[in-house]
């Protein structure tokens, strides 16, 4: 762990995750990559590059993927990790974390969210703010789940797959990878197929 902490992305998602690290109280300096020249000192944090300029920080920062979208959040945190980057777990201080729990690299716990006991959450994850995510879940690498997404126990979700805000899964599913579940949809079967699901019950679209 260094003491310097490099985030890529200075938007909305770059920022609520350097809010986060700021309360974790863990780095000594916060920066910013990113390669929107409109954007100036979010939160009072400098920008000191471009994205690309990641790996020459690589030896003297923890480096962060701080994106919102579930493919490009791979595709640099996979790069980083090739290189030997130092990819740090994000975890605010008032989430709930129960015993036995697994969070990988680069992972993202927001504020109000409840992990509880036996549950395994991969790498470049997001799980958003008040979310909840119930015994013995899977949550497989690169995986969003928004606000206020409420998973049951037992449930299995693939890499790269993106669930709603307000989105429920009922307990004992499966989703397989790279779908979409929509705003305040209500899973209570396992999807099988990649695509869009919506509506109560989820169906696809």
């Known amino acids: 762990m260094k003491n310097k902490l490099l985030i ?13 690290a700021r309360k974790m109280d863990r780095w000594q300096t916060i920066a910013f990559l990113d390669d929107n020249d409109d954007v100036k000192l979010p939160m009072g944090i400098a920008i000191i590059g471009k994205s690309n300029e990641a790996i020459e920080h690589i030896n ?10 579930n493919a490009t959040r791979k595709q640099i945190h996979e790069h980083l990790e090739a290189k030997g980057a130092t990819i740090p777990t994000l975890i605010h201080p008032n989430s709930v974390i129960g015993e036995q729990v697994e969070i990988a690299s680069g992972t993202v716990i927001m504020a109000g969210v409840v992990i509880n006991c ?6 470049g994850c997001i799980i958003n703010t008040s979310a909840s995510v119930d015994h013995d879940n899977v949550i497989e690498d690169f995986v969003h789940i928004s606000p206020g997404a409420h998973l049951a126990g037992t449930v299995k979700v693939g890499q790269g797959t993106w669930l709603g805000i307000g989105s429920v899964v009922s307990n004992n599913v499966n989703l397989t990878s790279e779908c979409k579940v929509g705003a305040g949809a209500v899973v209570v079967c396992d999807i099988n197929e990649t695509g869009t699901y919506v509506g109560i019950p989820a169906r696809r679209v």
């Open 118 to 123: 036996c549950t395994r959450i991969g790498k």
């Open 8 to 20: 890529i992305g200075a938007s909305g998602h770059g920022k609520v995750v350097a809010d986060i």
């Open 60 to 69: 003297d920062c923890d480096i962060f993927v701080g994106i919102g979208k």
